[in-house]
């Protein structure tokens, strides 16, 4: 078990150019989710999904996108990078997304646009 | 909408016992979760409470009012590895999304 897995663990961007994060888990959870933490703060949800092919936004969602085709993968894209992105991303899942469930998180991608 | 409020910063010795509060605003209560983060590390789940009540996990116990939207993590016999940041989280309005508060960081000092 990999358990949740995120690509790449940096990344550098330059404003205006677009990526996609990458987060794969292997335990057949249904519930996934993306965060940004900025430095010295919490995490705040950006988007989240229930399951393939449903997917919901979260507090800060503008300037992203995601797509859930299927249970294990859940990429995060930026459209246009803007300095104010610069943040690490963790990817979360949990068996239901229901209360109590424990999320567990992928080791997250470090983001500098300049 | 939801928030939550904690300590910035909690500084103890090692081997004592340290409390680290939360409280809530929420329209839906669904439970309030205790996670862990070591600096440029991934958040673990550390416990869950749904009811009022301490909930015991080896050295670590957590605590919930529901009447007083409050809860608090409890640390005992605190090691050096305890340093970290300490975030509570509740369950969404929509009982489908996380909103964690702005965390607190635990210093332990020999």
């Known amino acids: 078990n990999a358990g949740v897995t995120q690509t790449p663990k940096f990344q550098v961007l330059k404003t205006g150019q677009s990526m996609t994060l990458q987060c794969a888990q292997d335990?057949?959870?249904?519930?996934m989710s993306w965060y940004r933490q900025d430095p010295g703060m919490g995490l705040r949800l950006i988007h989240y999904?229930?399951?393939?092919?449903?997917?919901d936004q979260g507090e800060v969602p503008n300037g992203y996108n995601v797509s859930r085709s299927t249970t294990e993968d859940f990429p995060l894209r930026l459209l246009s990078a803007a300095p104010s992105q610069t943040s690490v991303y963790f990817c979360?899942?949990?068996?239901?997304?229901?209360?109590?469930?424990?999320?567990?998180f992928g080791p997250g991608t470090r983001l500098t646009v300049l | 909408g939801q928030s939550l409020e904690q300590p910035s910063e909690v500084t103890a010795v090692e081997g004592a016992i340290v409390q680290i509060n939360c409280t809530y605003q929420?329209?839906?209560?669904?439970?309030l979760s205790w996670y862990q983060q070591h600096d440029g590390g991934a958040p673990t789940f550390l416990s869950y409470?749904?009811?009022?009540g301490l909930e015991e996990t080896g050295r670590f116990s957590s605590f919930l009012s529901r009447s007083d939207s409050y809860g608090y993590l409890l640390l005992q016999e605190l090691q050096m590895k305890d340093s970290a940041s300490y975030f509570c989280?509740?369950?969404?309005?929509?009982?489908?999304?996380?909103?964690f508060g702005p965390g607190t960081r635990l210093s332990v000092l020999p």
């Open positions: 929420t329209s839906g209560f669904y439970g």
């Open positions: 989280a509740v369950m969404g309005d929509y009982g489908q999304n996380f909103v």
């Open positions: 979360a899942s949990s068996y239901s997304g229901g209360r109590g469930d424990t999320q567990y």
């Open positions: 999904s229930v399951g393939a092919g449903i997917t």
């Open positions: 335990m057949n959870h249904e519930y």
């Open positions: 409470n749904a009811l009022d």
